[in-house]
């Protein structure tokens, strides 16, 4: 029995017991319904209502009531966002985040492109929703408490990672209550507001006519459009977030491609009924800016002044207010929710490094939870939690990944035109998509670049730098493992060989020689390295070995991480691949087996079979292949893992031996990225 650590009571405390990847329940038991969903991934659209509507209403300057206009604009940017994006889930019925739609019907580069904005997004939204939490709440604290918001803030950060590393589901379950007070709080103001002031839509209507009048008069009608349009994009944050569903789908509840669709019309109806909403609750009480205060707690006051119990108007407001700080927080989660997921899809095409493909025992992509979350804990450090500078920062990045998705649709949609029926619809509604998302990009690049927006592009093309190095390095170390291809022609003489066997019903088979030992050979598919390793046991051991088992094991990672089929799709290939060694190793005259396990830790999975087979066959000596390049540098230990050394570790501490077999690769000196 395993001797359990106070590091693992620790780590069980805080993060939970390992989940069992073999029970086939798992899937149904941690994927999310579509509420569920709504409240993990449509949280930061939703949050945005606390910022969003107050940035385009302030931005109309003395012309409010053009706001009517800002807030049917508005509404309808998020109805055609969201429809577009749900022509996404069912194009991409897997997960279609950005960066996969981007990477797969423009081109991989842009793709590319496509994902460091949205990584870089993602981060931010951590960032700003937690401080704009902590502003929040400590806004409530007497002044002497405000030193410790920064703290506050890394605190909160920490506390959502911890959450997010215990699973999916666990990390938005605490958080639902919060997510249900703000609706219903929200959703009341707004209908209370339209109730009791029914009789003055008119007045509001003759308002709106005679702002537009006047307007006209004083700028013109091109000038009172560049108003409205102006207004328009400095509310771009309030569409921030509605990609994320088609990103999340591999969390969703089956079926996948439907709960995504109906997550999605949640999300968007939520947020254009706030986002209009609250404008136009802003008109109806004629909110006006007052310094140190938002316009939804100068809302809430207003409604709140005419009531006759005080205290219960007073009790509201808090409860509301309140709601709007934590639902900040939980719109984090957005960012703990698809960050990973994007970074692990451009590592799994090796734009950044394999690890960030790793998922934990907990099922969670965790170490694209940590750079998620280390790297908020920077910005916030960096930006000493401040609300002002990360707003500039924010909402730019979103729009290059929305803009680049809408293309790649458009794109995928003409080329489709003779084959789909209803392409000309569906054209039509990413077109629009196109269009919008276009003229945001635009102008929230030009009116928030000289304002600090050109610190987050500048981030982004350092990250946008770092992965194509990466790639590069990648693909300059694949090009020095060409010569393994040597030996790619066994594989057809042996799946030949393998056929003509079945054909001719040979049954003869090399039977085991218990008084010869054994060679264990841990593999990774069946291909050049794996019979170099066997090549190199047969030169250098001769005649010691008779018998020559094959051990493998699939690695379940954030790519095949989707359902019971992609496992047990795993499990087959895992399977065939050991088949061609012990099919070649039976037509050259020696006993062949092959053992395999599927799991998230290869090194310990390949530990637990190399044990059991030790303890069966004492005389078994096992062995592994490690690549050697010309130059080890850091870039090779950060870049390829080393299962070998690890495996070697492992079985070293329960006396089993293993011997690592160097497979030296020639080329020039590798580039340094």
Known sequence: MEKITLFKRIKTF??????????????????????FAWVGLGADGLSSSCYGPEEAFLALGSHIFLGVFVAIISAITIFVISSSYSQIIELFPMGGGGYLVASKLLSPSLGMISGCALLID???????????????IFSFLPPSFYHFKLAFAVLGIFVLITLNMRGVKESIMPLIPVFLIFLLTHVFIIIYSVITHSSELGALTNNVIADVQNTRM??????????????YSMGAGTYTGIEAVSNGLPILREPKVETGKKTMRYMAISLAFMAAGLIIAYLIFGVQHQTGKTLNAILLENITAGWANNKLGYIFVLVTLISEAALLFVAAQTGFLGGPRVLANMAKDRWFPFQFALISERFVIKNGLLIMGGSAIALMLLSKGSVRLLVVLYSINVFITFFLSQL????????????SKDWLKKISVNGLGLVLTAFILVSVVIIKFHEGGWITLLITATLIGIAVSI???????????????RLAHVTQITKQESAEKRLTKI?????FDPDSKIAVILVNGFNGMGLHTLFNVVRIFGADFKNFFFMQAGMVDAGNFKGVEEIESLKIYVQEELGHYVNFMERQGFYARAFHATGIDIAEEISKVAYDIFNQYPQSVFFGGQIVFPEDTI????????????VQRRLHQQGIPFIIMPIRINGDKLPVP
């Open 218 to 231: 004083e700028v013109g009608i091109f000038g009172m459009l560049v108003l409205i349009m102006r207004a």
């Open 122 to 136: 993602y981060v931010l939204t951590i960032t700003i929703s937690v401080a704009a939490g902590a502003d929040a």
């Open 408 to 419: 790649g649709m458009v794109r995928h949609w003409w080329k489709a035109r003779g084959q």
């Open 14 to 35: 805080f993060i939970g017991n390992a989940h069992d990847i073999r029970d086939p329940r798992i899937f149904h038991q941690l994927s999310l319904i579509a509420f």
């Open 635 to 646: 870039f090779t230990k950060l870049l390829y893992n080393h299962t070998s050394f690890a």
């Open 507 to 511: 049954d003869i088979k090399p039977q």
């Open 471 to 485: 790639k590069r390095y990648y693909f300059r170390t694949q090009k020095l493992l060409k010569h393994l291809d």
